[in-house]
């Protein structure tokens, strides 16, 4: 293992920040997977699993199985991290300007189209390789100005180069599901079965440009706007959701881990036998079909249902209740699926989403991601 620190610049004087960047094989060996872990960075168990991975990528590496090259950055979000509020670990929004962190990344389509227009030609590989350098020139063509920007930046300079982009994540209190792009989905079909997937969401843009999508989507974008040039899908990238925030624990991280590496075999980034692949437990659904659940009321949430349970239209998936009156207001649910993740406080304001079912026959409008 090759590792280094890449310095952010500092916000303030006297304050540092680094990114450490884990490279296991031969840097520029194909293929190639990038991995992180936590950028929104109190979501623990995507820690933990990458130091899983860490370890067996070093054991593997020792044995001369690392065909292509991992890049691993087991800390995405230094800047994160470091923020907490009277006790509280403040880790999915920037506390300096309330932003996501895992929102708002460069949608580099455009850029890359007006670079590579006169380059393509008849060969795949040779426009596959153009477009990934044009995705580095325009990305390089951008200014970051904030602590945060700069993060931003690095983070997505090192994955677009990748072939493969795995994006760790939870939820709050959730089964293990995964977001990909649209074409992705059978790409991602061996990692779905090695995690045990309880639910797989599909969309060519889910809006908001998340991470996975900034490195993921000019690919899908520039093959349909060039229909008569062969233009492989060069980056296939996935945001795996490791249960809920509380799911910390050494065995269920080595199995993730594990599963993860299972998957890098099947992908040709590790040498040997792949393993074998479980019987999927779900099948891949549009995101705009699954279906957030909003309070219409504030007051004390008791689910009916726990992550992970089937329920049908029209469900009662919790009850709030007014803690003064006594009432209870039942929060239905529209659409028959899996209760995949809900929120883990128990008290609630009017408005609030808290619980999402992967439904089939809803088809939402407009940001298909929760804030």
């Not at 040779?126 to 931003?152: D, F, G, Q, V, Y």
């Not at 093959?223 to 050494?250: M, N, Y």
Request: hydrophobic fraction near 40%; aromatic fraction near 4%; glycine fraction near 8%.
């Amino acid at each position: 293992m090759h590792s280094a620190i890449i310095d952010l610049p500092s916000a303030t004087p006297g304050t540092r920040r680094t990114l450490t960047v884990q490279r296991f094989g031969t840097a520029g060996a194909r293929p190639c997977a990038y991995i992180q872990a936590s950028l929104h960075a109190d979501e623990i168990p995507a820690m933990l699993v990458a130091d899983k991975l860490r370890r067996i990528l070093t054991k593997l590496e020792a044995e001369g199985r690392i065909a292509g090259e991992v890049i691993l950055v087991p800390v995405a979000n230094p800047v994160g991290l470091g923020q907490s509020l009277m006790d509280h670990h403040l880790g999915r929004f920037d506390q300096d300007d309330g932003k996501n962190f895992n929102r708002d990344y460069p949608h580099l389509t455009e850029a890359v189209a007006e670079r590579v227009a006169d380059r393509l030609t008849d060969d795949g590989e040779a426009n596959k390789a153009a477009i990934r350098a044009a995705l580095a020139e325009s990305l390089a063509e951008r200014t970051p100005r904030t602590e945060t920007e700069h993060m931003k930046h690095r983070l997505l300079a090192l994955a677009l180069q990748a072939d493969w982009v795995l994006d760790l994540h939870c939820d709050l209190e959730a089964v293990m599901h995964l977001y990909t792009l649209t074409p992705s989905a059978e790409a991602f079909a061996p990692l779905q079965r090695l995690l045990g997937a309880r639910a797989v969401f599909l969309a060519e843009e889910s809006g908001g440009d998340p991470f996975d999508e900034a490195v993921s989507r000019p690919w899908n974008e520039l093959a349909k706007r060039w229909p008569d040039h062969p233009i492989p899908f060069g980056c296939h990238s996935v945001t795996v959701e490791l249960r809920g925030q509380a799911d910390v624990e050494h065995a269920q991280g080595e199995a993730d881990a594990q599963a993860i590496a299972g998957f890098l075999t099947h992908a040709g980034v590790l040498s040997g036998e792949p393993p074998a692949l479980p019987e999927p437990l779900c099948a891949p659904t549009p995101l705009e079909s699954s279906e957030p659940l909003t309070a219409p009321v504030g007051g004390v949430v008791v689910f009916h249902h726990k992550a992970g349970d089937r329920v049908e239209a029209g469900a009662v998936v919790a009850d709030i209740l007014d803690p003064l009156t006594g009432e209870v207001t039942p929060v239905r649910s529209e659409s028959a699926g899996v209760l995949y993740a809900h929120s883990a406080t128990r008290f609630t304001l009017a408005g609030k989403r808290i619980a999402k079912v992967a439904g089939t026959t809803l088809r939402r409008t407009g940001p298909l991601l929760s804030a």
